[in-house]
C-alpha cells in the first residue's frame, strides 16, 4: 500500500522528515518548530548544519535501505531540501509515507533534457538546447547553434557546477572531456535582460499563492541576490505567475516551487524563457523570511503539512544577498548595520564559493533600494 | 578568579548557554541558531520545549554543582530565561564564564521588596507596600493601607501565582495562611488606566536603545494581548523609557530587560508606577518576533554575545495574544488568518491557563488595530 497523500492536516506535534540537511534543510526546520511541528533531518554529512535545530536527527546515505525505511516509519511525511535525491531513496520512503513534492517532480527536475521537454510541452518558452551523448553530437550541436552556447550536464549540477561556456570555435572533444563525458545538454546562450523567479506554494489542489517576484543577479553562475520589488511589468510579471502556475497543476504539485525565468528584450516586447525550476525551497526566497509574514519555508512546511497556507504577503520591500565563503568574515561589519538582518548557516569551515550565509535588506515598501 | 565580562565579541560558532528550557529559552535558542550561535540549553525538565531546537542538552537541577560546572566549561558566556535560578546556581557558573544579566539584577529581581526598594530609591514611583512577615504585619499593613490590596510572595510569583487580593474586611491570619506563611509584600491596588512596558535592550555601556512600548492587557494575572503602537502620549511614552533606562544602568546592565508600568489618571498628568521589572526577555516583547528586523530574542543574544545590537525599528503594526491552555486548539483556524502569524511551543500537555504559544497580527503601520 502506498500512502499516495495525507489523509487530514498533520497536528502540531507531528513530525516532518527532511531529506538534506543543508541550509535549506536546517531553514526548513526551524520553520517547522516555530509552528509546534518536529523535524528528524536525513543527511549523509555528521556535520549537516541542519541537525543541530532539528528534533530527531538521522546519520545515514540515500542509498541505506534499513536507514530510509527506519525514518520514513518514524515520521509522518517527507520533504526534501533538493531535488537531487536519488528515485530508489524517495520510492523506498513513500512507500511508507507520504512524499512531497512527488515523484514526478523529482524525476522531471533531475534531468534538464527531460525538464526542457516538459516545460517546452506546456506551451512555455525554453532556450534551444540540443541533448549531448557524445563530442560528435556536441561538434553538430554547435553548428546548429551558431551562436555562443552553454554545455550543461543533464544531472547534479547546481550553483554553476557542471557548466561549460562555448562557441563555435571550441573544441566539442575536449569540451566533452571536460565534463566527465556525461549526458548534457548544450543550451543556446540567452542575452537577457534580466533574471526573475517565480517562488510559489500550493497546498491542496485549489490552494495556490506566488510570493512577489524577485529580480536575480547571478555571479560565476551563483546567485548574488534577489531584490524585490523586481521592477518588471506588470503584465510580465503576471505571466511568469501564470506560467509557474502552469508548471505546478502540471506537476500535481505541493509545497514550494521556484521557477526561473529569462527577460529577454525583444522588438515588440519582453519574452520570457523558462531557465529550469527547483521543486524546493529556493535561494531566491530568502528574502520572504524578513519581509512576509509566512516565509517560504513555513508555507513548504504548511502546504506538506496539509495545513492552510500562510499569507505570501510583502510587509517590507527587500535585497537579499548570499554571504559566500570568506564573505562571512564581515558578519561583525553586516551586524552593526541597522537595515541588515544577518542569517548565518552554522556551517563549519570557510571554503570560496561556499553558501555559509545571507543578508537581507529591508526597507519600508516603496523606499528605494539599489540593485548592485 | 572571575571572568566578570567578555574581552571581546564571540565569532559564529561560539556558543551560548542558557539556564532554563521553556518557551523563552526556545526562543533564545532559535535566535542564536539564525545568526550562526549554538546554543546548550540546562533545564532539570526532560521534556523541556527548548532542547529540541538547540545544540546542546544538559538535564540537570539548579542544585547539581557538576553538572553546571560542566555545563559552563562547555559554553561561551551564560544567559538565563527566567529570574528564579538560584543564585548559588549563578555564582558557580560566572566562576567559569560570563554570566548576561549579572548577579545583581538577578538578586534584585528575585525578592518583591528588595526589588521595590530598589526602584524606589532611584526616585521612580512604586505602589505603596509594606513587608509582611506575619499575620500581625499583614494586619497591621491593611489597616495602613485602608484600599484595595494584593498580597504577594516576595519570591517565585510570576503569571498571577502567589497573588492574593484583599481588602480591610479580609481576615490577616486567613490569608498568610492562604500563601503558606511565605515571606510577602502587600501592596496597594493602584486603580489604573492601562499597562504599558518597555522592553529595552542594553549592550556595551554606551549601547542601549528601547523597542516600542506595548499596551498590555492582563486577565487572571496573566499576560492576555500586548498591542503596538500603545497609543500612549509622547511625553509618557519617553518618561517610561526614561524609566527603565535608569533601572537599567543602576543595574550595570546588559541583554532585554523588561520593565512593566501601571499608568494612572491623575488630576494633573497620566503618573508612571513601575509594576516590577524582569532581567530577560519577555512576553510582552513577543510581537517584537515579526513586526521588528531584529527581535528581541536576536538582541539579547547580541548582547550577551558581545555584538552590534540589532536594530528595534518596527516595520508593522502588531497585536501579540497568548494561546493558553486549550485556545492552542484553534491552531487550525488560526492558521487560515492572512494576518496573524502563529508560534506554537512544541509543548506535550495541554494545562489551563499554560502558555503554548502566541499570535501576532500584524498590519502596515498606521492600519488601525482594535484592542481587545
Redesign the interface.
Known amino acids: 500500500m502506498t500512502p499516495s497523500s495525507l489523509a487530514a492536516?498533520l497536528n502540531?506535534?507531528s513530525t516532518i522528515g527532511i531529506l538534506g540537511g543543508g541550509q535549506l534543510g536546517?531553514m526548513l526546520a526551524?520553520a517547522a518548530?516555530?509552528?509546534?511541528?518536529?523535524a528528524h533531518i536525513y543527511c549523509p554529512n555528521p556535520e549537516a548544519p541542519a541537525f543541530?535545530?532539528?528534533?530527531a536527527q538521522t546519520i545515514a546515505t540515500f542509498d541505506d535501505r534499513e536507514a530510509l525505511q527506519k525514518f520514513a516509519r518514524s515520521v509522518d511525511v517527507v520533504t526534501f531540501e533538493f531535488e537531487n535525491i536519488p528515485l530508489e531513496a524517495a520510492d523506498l520512503v513513500s512507500e511508507q509515507v507520504p512524499l512531497y513534492p512527488n515523484r514526478k517532480a523529482l524525476e522531471i527536475s533531475q534531468d534538464r533534457g527531460v525538464e526542457k521537454a516538459f516545460i517546452k510541452q506546456l506551451g512555455l518558452n525554453v532556450a534551444d538546447w540540443w541533448p549531448i551523448d557524445s563530442a560528435d553530437d556536441l561538434a553538430n550541436a554547435l553548428t546548429q547553434c551558431a551562436a555562443p552556447a552553454l554545455l550543461k550536464t543533464r544531472r547534479l549540477g547546481y550553483d554553476g557546477k557542471g557548466q561549460l561556456a562555448l562557441d563555435q570555435n571550441s573544441d566539442p572533444a575536449q569540451a566533452f572531456e571536460h565534463i566527465d563525458h556525461q549526458p548534457s545538454v548544450l543550451e543556446k546562450k540567452i542575452s537577457f535582460e534580466r533574471e526573475i523567479s517565480v517562488v510559489l506554494v500550493q497546498g491542496s489542489p485549489n490552494q495556490i499563492d506566488c510570493y512577489d517576484l524577485p529580480c536575480n543577479l547571478h555571479k560565476n553562475g551563483i546567485l548574488h541576490s534577489s531584490t524585490v520589488p523586481s521592477g518588471v511589468p506588470e503584465k510580465l510579471d503576471q505571466q511568469a505567475k501564470d506560467a509557474a502556475m502552469k508548471i505546478a497543476a502540471a506537476l500535481d504539485y505541493r509545497g514550494i516551487l521556484a521557477v526561473e525565468f529569462f527577460v529577454k528584450e525583444d522588438e515588440n516586447a519582453p519574452q520570457l524563457i523558462v531557465n529550469e525550476f527547483a521543486p524546493r525551497v529556493h535561494n531566491s526566497g530568502h528574502w520572504t523570511l524578513?519581509a512576509c509574514?509566512?516565509n517560504q519555508f513555513e508555507n513548504h512546511i504548511?502546504a506538506v503539512a496539509g495545513?492552510?497556507l500562510?499569507?505570501t504577503?510583502r510587509?517590507?520591500d527587500a535585497q537579499m544577498t548570499n554571504l559566500l565563503g570568506a564573505q562571512?568574515l564581515d558578519?561583525?561589519e553586516l551586524?552593526?548595520h541597522?537595515?541588515v538582518?544577518?542569517?548565518?548557516?552554522?556551517k563549519?569551515g570557510i571554503k570560496a564559493g561556499r553558501k555559509l550565509?545571507h543578508m537581507t535588506k529591508?526597507s519600508?515598501i516603496g523606499a528605494k533600494i539599489q540593485t548592485n
Do not use: N
Open positions: 492536516s502540531p506535534g536546517r526551524q518548530a516555530r509552528i509546534g511541528l518536529h543541530e535545530v532539528a528534533s524578513d509574514s509566512c504548511r495545513w492552510p500562510g499569507a504577503t510587509h517590507s562571512v558578519w561583525f551586524a552593526q541597522p537595515d538582518v544577518l542569517h548565518l548557516y552554522g563549519a550565509g529591508i519600508p
